[in-house]
């Protein structure tokens, strides 16, 4: 059974930094793709971030380029998502999500992302005061 255990959420200034955390287990890791997934209070869920665990490509969305960051540490079986220069707009619970996938990576990541993954953590609360 697949089992994403997110952790390093809590409440930061606007402008500051959090490291969050997905533990993954019950699966394969390389033959997967880790995603962050976020849903703020009266919107829908975004996907956000992705990593194909297999060859350690990414794919972010433009409202996050050049401040988030993901990383895969196999050995660990965890994913990271360092956050940077956060925002208030950041406010949301972020989710972890995985799915397999198989062949090229090339569109994994962006298609996961637009239509979202297989598995799902339970979530970690994000918030960016003024």
């Known amino acids: 059974e697949v089992h994403l255990v997110e952790s390093g959420g809590g409440l930061v200034q606007d402008g500051g930094s959090l490291r969050l955390s997905c533990a993954g287990s019950?699966?394969?890791?390389?033959?997967?793709?880790i995603g962050w997934f976020r849903q703020a209070p009266g919107k829908e869920r975004e996907g956000v971030v992705c990593i194909t665990n297999g060859d350690g490509k990414t794919f972010y969305v433009d409202s996050v380029k050049g401040r988030f960051t993901i990383s895969s540490d196999v050995a660990k079986r965890t994913v990271y998502l360092q956050m940077n220069s956060l925002k208030p707009e950041d406010t949301a619970v972020y989710y972890c999500?995985?799915?397999?996938?198989?062949?090229?990576?090339?569109?994994?990541?962006?298609?996961?992302?637009?239509?979202?993954?297989?598995?799902r953590g339970k979530g970690t609360l994000v918030t960016v005061s003024t």
């Open positions: 999500e995985a799915s397999a996938y198989y062949g090229g990576t090339d569109y994994v990541c962006p298609s996961l992302i637009r239509y979202g993954m297989d598995f």
């Open positions: 019950g699966f394969t890791f390389d033959d997967y793709a």
